[in-house]
């Protein structure tokens, strides 16, 4: 599968983004999804994570509440609504595809990844 991200920009704290990453092929489905972030310097690290009905969710502690993943397998497309945004949430986002059945936090367990989107938050 292919993916390619988007929504990415720059905007204020307290403000809202929405990724999204779209996917090739009619297999997507079948993939489980994520949103991973890096900052330079440090490793890529788990944002959410969605399973391929869209029902099982998952969130890092430092966006619960603020950040909602979900999917749409008629549109090949996953989400990432992000509100209240901080200026420690600035970086490169990426999404990416696994075809392990459940969602993973690691990024060694993901096989295809976005080109990645920046978001930057400004105080």
């Known amino acids: 599968v292919q993916l390619q991200a988007s929504g990415g920009g720059l905007v204020q704290a307290g403000d809202s983004l929405r990724l999204s990453c779209a996917a090739s092929?009619?297999?997507?489905?079948?993939?489980?999804m994520g949103w991973f972030r890096q900052t330079p310097g440090k490793e890529r690290e788990f944002v959410a994570g969605i399973s391929r009905s869209g029902i099982t969710l998952y969130y890092s502690d430092f966006v619960k509440g603020r950040f909602t993943i979900s999917r749409d397998n008629a549109k090949f497309t996953v989400y990432l609504q992000m509100n209240s945004l901080k200026p420690e949430d600035t970086a490169v986002y990426y999404c990416?595809?696994?075809?392990?059945?459940?969602?993973?936090?690691?990024?060694?367990?993901?096989?295809?990844w976005g080109q990645g989107t920046q978001v930057t938050v400004s105080s």
């Open positions: 990416a595809a696994t075809t392990i059945s459940s969602v993973r936090r690691n990024s060694k367990d993901y096989d295809a």
């Open positions: 092929g009619r297999t997507f489905s079948t993939y489980v």
